[in-house]
């Protein structure tokens, strides 16, 4: 499932000064749908060595030099979003990394099970959805850049109601807090009755997801999206433009107040997306 954390828990290990003081070198690469053994080994390589020069190296001159970088040395890398489930393309990839010095870590991030089961050495760590407390404390800071709502007692029950549509996701609890910023409280003057209605729940999960900068099998547009980003930085820019003003349609075609608040800004959004991670 999409939207638990499993990047940002990544990361956080990642980043920790005592993961950093334990290993000799480390690395991140976001794999994603293109599991390209030659793009991530140059990716990896260039995370441990800057100024390598890699553009016109094969597969083989790239591990021998990954190789080198990671022969006797204690490493950490993450390989971030992996939905590759062919064991041959994993076990071409992973040939210099068993140079590296005992204790050394890889990291895969996936929503997929299967590719837990092909890449693993150890039982899969599966996140668990957020309680409602935690879920809410995520909503306020993002939406209110506190804690709690004790200077803002007036937004509680509103910001429960929100959150009760976030189903424990983390990511859905950001996104809408981050969009509601500021405007929490017209939010609750304006919502009424959209907290039964069944057009908000669709709202929520298109937010879910389409907040994720990779294009999952979905409605047509959606792979038309994911054919149309192979043709060039001009073309997606184009095609961004264009889906974000579809979906700004779409969702005010909801009718409902607070879709017709959240609309603007999820399209506003969803271009910032396709334009940052698509070019």
């Known amino acids: 499932m999409g939207g638990l954390g499993k990047t940002t828990l990544a990361q956080l290990v990642y980043n920790d000064k005592q993961v950093l003081d334990h290993f ?20 990896i390589l260039t995370s441990i060595v800057a100024d390598q020069n890699v553009d016109n190296l094969n597969l083989n001159s790239l591990q021998e030099k990954l190789n080198k970088q ?13 939905w590759n489930r062919n064991y041959d393309d994993w076990d071409q990839l992973r040939r210099p990394f068993e140079v590296g010095a005992p204790g050394s870590k890889i990291i895969v991030t996936t929503r997929n099970q299967e590719v837990a089961k092909i890449m693993g050495t150890v039982p899969a760590y599966q996140l668990k959805k957020l309680s409602d407390n935690d879920c809410l404390a995520v909503f306020v800071q993002h939406s209110l850049g506190t804690r709690d709502f004790s200077l803002q007692k007036s937004l509680e029950e509103i910001g429960k ?29 304006a919502a009424g009755s959209c907290w ?3 057009r908000y729940r669709k709202l929520l999960e298109l937010l879910v997801r389409r907040s994720r900068p990779r294009v999952v099998a979905g409605s047509a547009r959606d792979r038309r999206l994911a054919a149309a980003c192979a043709v060039g930085t001009a073309g997606i820019s184009r095609l961004a433009v264009g889906t974000a003003r579809v979906w700004l349609l779409e969702l005010l075609a909801f009718g409902c107040c607070l879709c017709s608040l959240l609309a603007a800004a999820c399209a506003r959004l969803w271009l910032l997306l396709v334009l940052a991670f698509g070019c």
């Open 161 to 189: 109601k929100i959150v009760t549509k976030c189903d424990g996701l983390p990511l859905a609890a950001q996104t809408l807090g981050g969009l509601l910023r500021g405007n929490l409280d017209r939010t609750a003057g």
């Open 24 to 43: 000799n070198l480390k690395a991140w690469t976001c794999v994603s749908d293109d599991f390209d053994v030659i793009r991530l080994t140059k990716t």
């Open 196 to 198: 039964n209605c069944s």
């Open 70 to 82: 990671l022969s006797g040395k204690k490493f950490l890398l993450v390989l971030d979003d992996v």
